[in-house]
Nanobody, 126 residues
Framework: QVQLVESGGGLVQAGGSLRLSCAAS????????MGWFRQAPGKEREFVAA????????NVAGSVKGRFTIVRDNAKNTVYLQMNSLKPEDTAVYYC???????????????????WGQGTQVTVSS
């Protein structure tokens, strides 16, 4: 049974930084692409970033490009989202997701991900 547990959310001022973590368990982490998505109040969940199973390929949404970075540590079964220069519009619940097929690419499509974490709240004050 795959489990994803996010942590690292919180309240930060605009311009600040946070690092989210997603710890995975239940299968061989290094074989599966991972992604981060977010959902702001009253809005649909949207893609933030994705990373390939080996970590060599990443994909970042245009709205966060240059500010957010996704990395993974396969030895620790953890994927991270480093968020810099945060803006109030980054306020959302952030979700970690994992693909169900081994060695598939990290995409921006929610339907490609079979496993989801419970989410962690990020609030950016102006």
């Amino acid at each position: 049974q795959v489990q994803l547990v996010e942590s690292g959310g919180g309240l930060v001022q605009a311009g600040g930084s946070l690092r989210l973590s997603c710890a995975a368990s239940g299968r061989t982490f290094s074989r599966y692409a991972m992604g981060w998505f977010r959902q702001a109040p009253g809005k649909e969940r949207e893609f933030v970033a994705a990373i390939s199973w080996g970590g060599g390929s990443t994909n970042v949404a245009g709205s966060v490009k240059g500010r957010f970075t996704i990395v993974r540590d396969n030895a620790k079964n953890t994927v991270y989202l480093q968020m810099n220069s945060l803006k109030p519009e980054d306020t959302a619940v952030y979700y970690c997701a994992a693909r169900g097929s081994p060695f598939a690419s990290g995409t921006g499509y929610q339907a490609d991900y079979d496993y989801w974490g419970q989410g962690t709240q990020v609030t950016v004050s102006s």
